[in-house]
Antibody, heavy 120, light 108 residues
Framework: EVQLVESGGGLVKPGGSLRLSCAASGFTFSSYSMNWVRQAPGKGLEWVSSISSSSSYIYYADSVKGRFTISRDNAKNSLYLQMNSLRAEDTAVYYC?????????????WGQGTLVTVSS | EIVMTQSPATLSVSPGERATLSCRASQSVSSNLAWYQQKPGQAPRLLIYGASTRATGIPARFSGSGSGTEFTLTISSLQSEDFAVYYCQQYNNWPKLTFGGGTKVEIK
């Protein structure tokens, strides 16, 4: 069974940093591109970042470029999101999600999400 | 950026009735369109990809159609477990993926 489990969320002050993790199991993690998607409270979904299976290709939404860094450790079956210079508008539930079959495919599995709250 | 617009924002439907949800893209996305279902407190679930292909395990009462800029998700006979928020997503302009604002399907 495919499982994605996020962790690392919490309350952080504006300008602060946080590192999210996503532990994957039930599939060959190193074969899939992975993504972070966020959802502000009561709002819709926003794609944040993508990373290819071997980390060769990395992409960011304009809203987080220069502040967030996506990475992965295929030996540990883990995906990460380093978030720096956090702003109030970064407050959201952050989901990790797997590309269905190839980079740019829809997201066929999602984690349960981890809440990040940016507030003084 | 491709803007995805969903309508209506809220759809009130009685159990057993048909629900029709719309999604419009600001420019052509070919058939690179997916639909997701999200229930309160849960992660989204992939329903449809390629505009009309049901994902694994999705019941046949869910169907998708359209191409280019106009897309439709139809739920043929609403069950209690179908009341949720539905999002469309374009992946034609990868990696700049964008979602619609969502349609909430509520019990009438």
């Amino acid at each position: 069974e495919v499982q994605l489990v996020e962790s690392g969320g919490g309350l952080v002050k504006p300008g602060g940093s946080l590192r999210l993790s996503c532990a994957a199991s039930g599939f060959t993690f190193s074969s899939y591109s992975m993504n972070w998607v966020r959802q502000a409270p009561g709002k819709g979904l926003e794609w944040v970042s993508s990373i290819s299976s071997s980390s060769s290709y990395i992409y960011y939404a304009d809203s987080v470029k220069g502040r967030f860094t996506i990475s992965r450790d295929n030996a540990k079956n883990s995906l990460y999101l380093q978030m720096n210079s956090l702003r109030a508008e970064d407050t959201a539930v952050y989901y990790c999600a797997r590309d269905q079959s190839k980079p740019g495919a829809p997201f066929d599995y999602w984690g349960q999400g981890t809440l990040v709250t940016v507030s003084s | 950026e491709i803007v995805m617009t969903q309508s209506p924002a809220t759809l009130s439907v009685s159990p057993g009735e048909r629900a029709t949800l719309s999604c419009r893209a600001s420019q052509s996305v070919s058939s690179n369109l997916a639909w997701y279902q999200q229930k309160p407190g849960q992660a989204p679930r992939l329903l449809i990809y390629g505009a009309s292909t049901r994902a694994t395990g999705i019941p046949a009462r869910f169907s998708g159609s359209g191409s280019g800029t106009e897309f439709t998700l139809t739920i043929s006979s609403l069950q209690s477990e179908d009341f949720a928020v539905y999002y469309c997503q374009q992946y034609n302009n990868w990696p700049k993926l964008t979602f619609g604002g969502g349609t909430k399907v509520e019990i009438k």
